[in-house]
C-alpha cells in the first residue's frame, strides 16, 4: 500500500507564498517521476510541475517563474515553493507520483487527496 499526503495549502493573499509539501508512505524502493496537478472550479486537473529522479524539471508556462519544484530521494518527498502568488492560481493541488516502485509491488500511478490553494485578491 502507497499512500501520498499534501500539506501546506490554505489562503493566502495575491502575492504571497506558500510552501506545499506531499510525503510518501509505505515500503517504497523508488519513484520514477513527482508532479503536482492542479483542479480549479469546473476546469480539468492540469499539470504544474513534474521532476523526474534524476531531477529534470517541467513548469507550466504560467509558473515558469514563480514555482519551484524540489524533491528528495531520500524521504520519496515533492515539494512546490510557490511565490506570487495569483488569484488564478487558486485551485485543488495533487501530488502525483509515476512508477512506484516497493518491495513487492509498481504503482504505475498514485495520487494524493489534494490540497486547497485559495488566493484572495
Known amino acids: 500500500q502507497v499512500q501520498l499526503v499534501e500539506t501546506g495549502g490554505g489562503l493566502v493573499q495575491s502575492g504571497g507564498s506558500l510552501r506545499l509539501s506531499c510525503a510518501t508512505s509505505?515500503?517504497?524502493?523508488?519513484?520514477?517521476?513527482m508532479a503536482w496537478y492542479r483542479q480549479a472550479p469546473g476546469k480539468p486537473r492540469d499539470l504544474v510541475a513534474s521532476?523526474?529522479?534524476?531531477?529534470?524539471?517541467n513548469y507550466m508556462d504560467s509558473v515558469k517563474d514563480r514555482f519551484t519544484i524540489s524533491r528528495d530521494n531520500a524521504q520519496n518527498t515533492v515539494s512546490l515553493q510557490m511565490n506570487g502568488l495569483q488569484v488564478e492560481d487558486t485551485a485543488l493541488y495533487y501530488c502525483?507520483?509515476?512508477?512506484?516502485?516497493?518491495?513487492?509491488?509498481?504503482?504505475?500511478?498514485?495520487w494524493g487527496q489534494g490540497t486547497l490553494v485559495a488566493v484572495s485578491s
Open positions: 521532476i523526474t529522479g534524476g531531477g529534470t524539471t
Open positions: 502525483n507520483a509515476v512508477n512506484v516502485a516497493t518491495t513487492h509491488s509498481t504503482y504505475p500511478e498514485v
Open positions: 509505505g515500503d517504497i524502493l523508488s519513484i520514477a517521476l
